[in-house]
């Protein structure tokens, strides 16, 4: 089958079932294969000339606009809706029959399993986390989300979660409205790295996190939830210390 993916954590997820596409996004760090444009702004010509029997697309991740144009084109698209890490699976499932793949669902850890995410001076209220996606202005991540649903899987709380906006955005006087013991800068989408933390000290501690691990869904996820949980409980015990190899990858080459 001849699968183009538009979504980097489908275009990873494929790879691992032995499916590479013919093409993905620029952003799916493929450099061996053609990219097609962006995750927001693909070529849909480019598409079209290259005769997929099927584009695989993410509801949270794609447009509307392109899933439109793609459809009106002539060509089969899978369209995924991944907001939540309940989603993961029977949506992989999903895509693993529409692609032929042979998938069986390895299970998440037990919550028991995952590190106890504490407050360094003890007591039983959750650790608030504040993870700015975006800078200038300042946005983060709302409950219908797939990150923030991993954090609370976690056994954490996501600052600014209960806003009506999935990816809100937020000024000084939000920031200062809400408790928040840690602060977790995500390599992407914005990619916060070392020179650029200084900024964020005044709203809690900082802890540079590997954002694949945290916002990309598919056959990572169960090792990424307990990578995430690994990495927050040593933000909370001792110095900030580096990202995950990937994430500090990518933060190195900004």
């Given at each position: 089958?001849?699968?183009?993916?538009?979504?980097?954590?489908?275009?990873?997820?494929?790879?691992?079932?032995?499916?590479?596409?013919?093409?993905?996004?620029?952003?799916?760090?493929?450099?061996?294969?053609?990219?097609?444009?962006?995750?927001?702004?693909?070529?849909?010509?480019?598409?079209?000339?290259?005769?997929?029997?099927?584009?695989?697309?993410?509801?949270?991740?794609?447009?509307r606009p392109d899933y439109d144009a793609l459809v009106a084109a002539g060509i089969e698209v899978e369209a995924l809706h991944i907001a939540s890490l309940d989603d993961v699976e029977p949506e992989l499932l999903?895509?693993?029959?529409?692609?032929?793949?042979?998938?069986?669902?390895?299970?998440?850890?037990?919550?028991?399993?995952?590190?106890?995410?504490?407050?360094?001076?003890?007591?039983?209220?959750?650790?608030?986390?504040?993870?700015?996606?975006?800078?200038?202005?300042?946005?983060?991540?709302?409950?219908?989300?797939?990150?923030?649903?991993?954090?609370?899987?976690?056994?954490?709380?996501?600052?600014?979660?209960?806003?009506?906006?999935?990816?809100?955005?937020?000024?000084?006087?939000?920031?200062?409205?809400?408790?928040?013991?840690?602060?977790?800068?995500?390599?992407?989408?914005?990619?916060?790295?070392?020179?650029?933390?200084?900024?964020?000290?005044?709203?809690?501690?900082?802890?540079?996190?590997?954002?694949?691990?945290?916002?990309?869904?598919?056959?990572?996820?169960?090792?990424?939830?307990?990578?995430?949980?690994?990495?927050?409980?040593?933000?909370?015990?001792?110095?900030?210390?580096?990202?995950?190899?990937?994430?500090?990858?990518?933060?190195?080459?900004?």
């Amino acid at each position: 089958m001849r699968v183009i993916s538009l979504v980097p954590s489908a275009t990873e997820t494929l790879a691992a079932w032995g499916i590479d596409p013919v093409a993905c996004t620029r952003y799916c760090e493929r450099p061996d294969l053609p990219h097609v444009g962006g995750t927001k702004n693909p070529d849909i010509a480019a598409i079209a000339e290259l005769a997929p029997d099927l584009v695989v697309v993410d509801r949270e991740e794609n447009r509307r606009p392109d899933y439109d144009a793609l459809v009106a084109a002539g060509i089969e698209v899978e369209a995924l809706h991944i907001a939540s890490l309940d989603d993961v699976e029977p949506e992989l499932l999903r895509l693993a029959r529409r692609v032929g793949a042979d998938w069986r669902p390895e299970p998440l850890p037990s919550q028991s399993q995952l590190p106890p995410l504490r407050h360094r001076g003890g007591g039983d209220e959750r650790v608030r986390v504040f993870v700015p996606i975006w800078r200038r202005p300042f946005m983060s991540i709302g409950a219908p989300t797939y990150g923030a649903s991993l954090l609370a899987y976690c056994g954490l709380e996501v600052a600014f979660a209960d806003r009506p906006d999935p990816y809100p955005t937020l000024d000084e006087a939000d920031l200062a409205s809400e408790p928040i013991d840690l602060v977790l800068a995500s390599t992407e989408p914005y990619p916060w790295h070392r020179r650029n933390l200084d900024e964020l000290d005044a709203y809690g501690p900082v802890h540079l996190i590997d954002g694949q691990d945290l916002f990309w869904w598919g056959t990572r996820t169960p090792a990424a939830v307990r990578r995430v949980a690994d990495a927050v409980a040593q933000a909370l015990s001792g110095p900030t210390p580096p990202a995950g190899p990937a994430g500090e990858a990518r933060a190195g080459a900004q």
